[in-house]
């Protein structure tokens, strides 16, 4: 490492770099920060990691993905479409007040509001407080993911986002991409609270004293998050010990890390799939079935895998990982060049055409780099894409405004089921529902929703998977998206930073149980 690199990385995070009097500080470096301080405002995972700290959920998953009590002390299936929840007493916001059913009420039909979120909640009925400390959920017909979702229901302060801000706005609207009173205000039940916050630069929490979880093994007082977009820069800055746990590491620099007696690297598959949307509304081609499926034969998924991704990564012919229940081992990664040719051919199009593709660069790992070999291989069928690639947070703008003929998107799926894919990526988009609420290439085929409207209601899980595993089959033959891979994870820590026991599978590292030696 250069001598300047390592003085601008001393001066950065040097102020940060003891712990305090009453505990350990961690500084992390991350590729970028959360868009906004509201739990419901972007599904994706840089808010339900922050959703972690600030706040709780009803109930989270553990490394095997079993499901643990949070708020949650306890439930138990009333009658076929009735869960009942019993909170913990005595637990406080951080505002002061004690959390109760009504919060949970509020906080439920507020997910049923956020555009991005609502689909989700789509299958429920309601939420109703029995008492101070039970509540309800009830789903419109017997739904087999009550549980599942009950680990995205993280209850707010609902007196504290109650009535209006100084500009006489509500406090609890949701705002995409905009100023609101939640964006940059936030009161939760979790270890942390937000002490100072430079959006882009620098994100401070400190622990709250009377946190309710005496359990915990954590002893992490003060955590700083730093935003770091070049791999190399994080990883130089744990090396040099200015920063204690960076995520995500490319795999690039694994062999580096795995030499370094100062670091530990943990690395585990993820089912996150990484893929492109084509969108039908801007692009007549996009609207043949045979121009999608040229170019998903001309997409060399094992390529990418092994030069791109170095190997920390499992190419995808579908949107379902292995172990899920929708996933079907005949749907292997498609490649062949001659036939993509052909059916450019067979559809009018043997000459091309030009189109754009966004993409961000510091969302996923070798997200530009995978765009760019994307966009070299379709230009072997003579598809000329003008590649603009960019930060997320001004991606998910442009994403949301479907501003891009081509568009990366990875999706993990919120139950940990192969429903949720489609529910978000491939049924026609409904503004009133949420449902295709990310599918940005407005593909709609009528069997493919009402198939995934069918396995809401499914209780037997072989019958159900088979209606899934079907789905996915019409979605590969129709060619409906391009899935490139399922990303693996990687984090790295210095060796006193105990790392393993708080990552997991699903990309939320739960920072209060984390031990600094």
């Known amino acids: 490492m250069s001598r300047f690199l390592t003085i601008f990385l001393v001066a950065f995070f040097g102020c940060a770099s003891i712990a305090t009097a009453d505990g350990k500080t961690l500084r992390m470096a991350y590729d970028a920060d959360p868009t906004s301080l509201d739990p419901h405002e972007q599904l994706a995972s840089a808010t339900l990691q922050l959703s972690h700290l600030v706040f709780d959920p009803l109930v989270r998953r553990r490394q095997d993905n079993s499901f643990e009590p949070r708020l949650a002390e306890s439930w138990e299936q009333v009658d076929d479409v009735t869960l009942r929840f019993h909170l913990r007493e005595g637990v406080t916001f951080h505002s002061g007040r004690e959390l109760t059913a009504d919060d949970v009420v509020w906080t439920f039909e507020r997910l049923k509001k956020s555009p991005d979120f609502k689909a989700l909640y789509e299958p429920f009925e309601s939420a109703k407080a029995v008492d101070a400390h039970t509540v309800d959920i009830v789903t419109k017909a017997p739904y087999p993911l009550t549980l599942n979702l009950a680990t995205y229901i993280f209850p707010m302060d609902r007196e ?3 009535g209006m801000d100084e500009n006489g706005r509500p406090k609890d609207a949701v705002v995409k991409h905009g100023s609101s009173f939640a964006s940059s205000h936030i009161s939760g039940t979790g270890p942390f609270r937000v002490s100072k916050r430079e959006q882009g630069i620098r994100l401070e929490l400190e622990r709250v004293d009377d946190y309710w979880d005496k359990d915990s093994p954590g002893n992490v007082e ?29 795999p690039t620099d694994f062999k580096r890390l795995e030499a370094a007696s100062c670091c530990t690297l943990v690395t585990m598959p993820s089912t996150r799939i990484l893929t492109f949307e084509l969108n039908q509304d801007r692009v007549e081609a996009f609207q043949d079935p045979r121009v999608r499926k040229a170019m998903s034969y001309a997409i060399n998924r094992e390529g990418i895998a092994k030069k791109i991704m170095r190997g920390f990564a499992t190419p995808a012919g579908q949107l379902s990982p292995e172990g899920y229940a929708g996933h079907d081992p005949d749907l292997t990664p498609p490649y062949d060049i001659e036939k993509a040719k052909a059916l450019m051919k067979e559809a009018g199009y043997e000459d091309g055409f030009s189109v754009t593709m966004i993409a961000p660069n510091n969302r996923y790992v070798g997200d530009a780099r995978i765009a760019e070999a994307v966009a070299a291989m379709l230009a072997k069928i003579n598809i000329k894409v003008d590649l603009q690639t960019m930060p997320k947070a001004q991606y998910w703008q442009r994403f949301d405004q479907r501003d891009g003929d081509i568009l990366m998107i990875g999706w993990q799926s919120d139950t940990q089921d192969s429903a949720n894919f489609y529910e978000f990526l491939a049924m026609t988009p409904d503004a009133k529902t949420g449902y295709g ?3 940005a290439g407005d593909y709609s085929n009528p069997e493919v929703d009402r198939l995934t409207m069918q396995t809401q209601t499914m209780m037997d ?56 030696d």
Do not use: C
């Open 437 to 439: 609420q990310y599918n």
């Open 222 to 250: 003060k955590i700083i998050l730093t935003p770091i977009k070049e791999p190399a820069t994080r990883v130089a800055a744990l090396l040099a010990g200015d920063v204690d746990f960076i995520a995500p590491v490319p």
């Open 160 to 162: 504290f986002y109650s």
């Open 461 to 516: 899980p072989e019958a159900r998977a088979e209606v899934l595993r079907q789905i996915e089959r019409i979605l590969a033959d129709d060619a409906a998206l391009l899935p490139i891979q399922w990303q693996h994870l990687a984090w790295a820590a210095r060796k006193n930073v105990n790392i393993e026991p708080i990552v997991n599978a699903i990309d939320m590292p739960y920072l209060a149980d984390l031990v600094i």
